[in-house]
Nanobody
């Protein structure tokens, strides 16, 4: 069975940048639409960004537009989330997820495979 593994989280100050990576093993990630979600303590998991299998369609939640960039590296079988100008409200566990189909869904129920998550903490 393939799996998704997130990396790149950490503790940073407000205004800093981080780049998260979602690497796939045993699965050709290029065939899937990949989404990034996050979950803060006491809150529901929420959509952050998604990129379709061909990379032709990208979607962001409004709160991260102009600050976050999702991209994919087919050769490395990896999807990245570049996060700039981080804010304390970005603090959460970040998960990547994969789904079949070409629509960048914003709801968790549409995603078939999930990673274990990586913690991002932004101090003020």
């Amino acid at each position: 069975q393939g799996q998704l593994v997130e990396s790149g989280g950490g503790l940073v100050q407000a205004g800093a940048s981080l780049r998260l990576a979602c690497a796939a093993s045993g699965r050709a990630i290029r065939r899937y639409t990949i989404g990034w979600f996050r979950q803060a303590p006491g809150k529901e998991r929420e959509f952050v960004a998604a990129i379709t299998s061909g990379g032709g369609t990208i979607s962001y939640t409004d709160s991260v537009k102009a600050r976050f960039t999702i991209s994919r590296d087919y050769a490395k079988n990896t999807v990245y989330l570049q996060m700039n100008s981080l804010k304390p409200e970005d603090t959460a566990v970040y998960y990547c997820a994969a789904k079949r189909g070409i629509y960048p869904e914003r709801t968790t129920v549409y995603y078939d495979y999930w990673g274990q998550g990586t913690q991002v903490t932004v101090s003020s």
